[in-house]
Each structure stands twice: as C-alpha cells, then as structure tokens.
C-alpha cells in the first residue's frame, strides 16, 4: 500500500567571499579586496508527499542555498521592486537578470525592458541600470535625453570598471595593451570595453590571442564571472608566448561569490540520485554552473520551470538535489520542490 511520508527540504548554510583577488607578476601570493563572507544557518523545513512504492521510503529534497541570486542581482532586483512601487513604469536596459521567469514576475508589476536601440530615442523616464553595468557613453546618453537612472551596477563590477579605467589612463597607450579575459559581447565587458575608449582587446578563447601584441607590454584583467582555472590558464600561455623584454601584469579580478559556487555545486551534485537544475536559457552562467553537475552527477537535468519536471524522472528515487544560477530566484527553486510534492501526490493515486 501506499505509505504518506514527509519529504524534508534541507538548506545547508554556505559561505561566499565576493573580494577581488589582484595580483600581477611583482604580487604573486595576491591580495583580497573588500572581502564580505556570507553565512546562512541551516533551515529545514518539511514538504508533505507520498512514497512511490510500497515501503516506507522517503525521498529527502534539498535544496542547495549556495544556489540562486549573487548579491549583485539581489540589489538589482531590490532597487527595481522600490522603484516600482513609487511609479510605473520604470525601464530596465536589457534583461536584469537572465532568467525569464523572474523577468515576466517583474514585467507583471510594471518593469519594461528595452535595449540600447530603444534607450536611445527615450526621454524624460526612469531606467534602471542593471548589475551587468554600462560603458561611459550609455550615462552620457541618459544626460543628453534627460533620463533618470537608477544604477544598479554590481559594486564587484563597479569596482573593476573603475581599476580597468584606472589602468588605461596611467598606461601609456602607445606601450600597453589593456586585455580582459571574458565572453564576447557579453553585458559587463561592453561595459568593461568602454572604460578603455572601446580599446580594450577581449579575449574568450585561445585564438583571440592572435589579436595580442606579445611584443608590447600587457595588463590583465578578467571578467567577474570568469573561471579562475580559465583565468590561470591563460595567465600562463601569456607568459610562455609574452617577449620577455616586455612587462606583463594581471590582476585576477574574478568574483568569488560566483566562482566558489563551482566546487560547493559539484560536492552537492554528487551526493543526489537526482538534480535538478533551475536555469534561464539565456545564463552563460548557469550552463557553466549545469556542466559542472554533469560532469559529477549524470542524473543531472536543466530544467526552466516545475513544468520540464516529468513523473518518470523520479522513478526509484531517494534522494533528490535543486540547485541552480546566479540568476536563478529562490523562489523558483521552491517551486519546482513544490512539484516534486505533486508529482509523487499523482503518482501514488
């Protein structure tokens, strides 16, 4: 017979550290900026479900709090939920945040967005900056048209397009080159770009290194998002093709917030029968983020929303993971615990 279990919903507390950690080839030890640790205290709280067999076997959900919104996107999403309930409309350059679930929550309450072709031909309106951050010459357009901007910019990013502006003004430019390891066209290097006159060499895979002067001084510098081991690695290809005669400085200048969630996500992959990945299909971030739980954990699916889940999945299951992006809601994720209740509901009528 059917036996009614509860199914427990674990969150284990998680510590992230969003410093920025420089170094250049005068500092290899490296140093921390601004560091913040985070500590969650474990929560449980139990969701009521059915067994799926006859035994008394329960399946144990838990849910990863090292998951979900970076602070960066937390302050965004925060400052655009104020905004809005002093008045709407209120635009919002690009998506604030790459998934679209939480995109449409905000839509509903009055949150447009546009992109760069529609902001330049508005006037007189609010827009709200999201954390990704903008080159110089988006702020130099919203003065020009009389729009009010609500920045949002990560502090993390903020701090680095101000070190990258930095670094452009006292090198000379005729013998230094400013290079940013990160994703082509991606939001915050085009913000990143712009704080070099648009300069700036981008490099995301090997053969953008052809684009590099190995004969003209270098300076470093890497997205937030970045991986270190990515960062590392191309650190070191620098300094073999590099002329040594030439100086060659790099600052890591990736957010630990973000990178420390690549191990902590494998160690909560791996111990699941199951996981579930919550992820927009827009987030670089969250493919990463789902490689890396594949590559531990086989039994490791993407899901968007609580609809991709599918009863089948959860056959002879024990023990069930959700984990998700940086640009993944907390209440998302609930959500689909949520479904997994109701699925082993139907499942056992």
């Keep these: 017979m059917s036996v009614f279990v509860r199914c427990v ?3 284990h ?36 479900c059915i067994t799926y067999s006859e035994n008394k076997h329960m399946i144990k959900i838990e849910m990863d709090t090292g998951s979900g919104f970076c602070f960066g996107v937390v302050n965004a999403i925060k400052k655009a939920e104020q905004e809005l309930d002093n008045a709407s409309p209120l635009y919002c350059l690009g998506d604030i945040v790459h998934n679209g679930s939480e995109v449409e929550r905000l839509n509903k ?19 709200l900056f999201r954390a990704h951050g903008e080159p110089p010459s988006t702020y130099l357009a919203a003065k020009a048209n009389h729009i009010q901007v609500i920045d949002a910019t990560c502090p993390v990013v903020l701090k680095l397009q101000q070190r990258i502006k930095h670094a452009y003004e006292t090198h000379p430019h005729h013998e230094w080159q400013i290079v940013i390891y990160g994703k082509i066209g991606h939001a915050e290097v085009n913000g990143l770009v ?10 995301e895979h090997w053969e953008d290194l052809d684009q590099v ?14 991986s270190i081991s990515g960062f590392n690695n ?24 973000v990178s420390n969630r690549i ?87």
């Excluded at 309450?109 to 827009?127: A, C, M, P, T």
């Excluded at 594949?294 to 024990?318: M, Y």
Aim: glycine share 6%; proline share 5%.
């Design 9 to 11: 919903l674990i969150l």
């Design 13 to 48: 507390k998680f510590s992230a550290d969003n410093g920025l950690n420089t170094r250049s080839e005068g500092d290899q030890t490296g140093c921390r900026d601004s560091p913040m640790n985070i500590w969650q205290k474990p929560i449980t709280m139990s969701y009521p």
């Design 109 to 127: 309450r009055g949150l447009q967005i546009i992109e760069h072709e529609e902001f330049d031909s508005l006037k007189n309106v609010r827009v």
């Design 194 to 203: 712009g704080q070099t006159g648009n300069t700036a060499i981008v490099v």
């Design 213 to 226: 002067d190995m004969n003209k001084n270098i300076c470093l510098f890497a997205q937030t998002t970045k």
């Design 234 to 257: 191309l650190v070191e290809t620098i300094k073999k093709k590099i002329n040594p005669a030439v100086s060659f400085e790099f600052y890591d200048t990736i957010c630990r917030q």
């Design 263 to 349: 191990p902590n996500i494998r160690t909560f992959a791996v111990r699941h029968d199951i996981v579930f990945f919550v992820s927009g299909t827009k987030s670089s971030n969250g493919k990463a983020l789902f490689d890396e739980c594949k590559a531990v954990n086989p039994n490791s699916h993407l899901i968007s929303t609580p609809e991709d889940i599918t009863p089948s999945l959860l056959k002879g299951v024990s023990t069930a993971g959700i984990c998700g992006a940086t640009s993944t809601p907390k209440w998302l994720m609930e959500e689909v615990a949520k479904k997994l209740e109701k699925i082993a509901s139907v499942t056992n009528d």
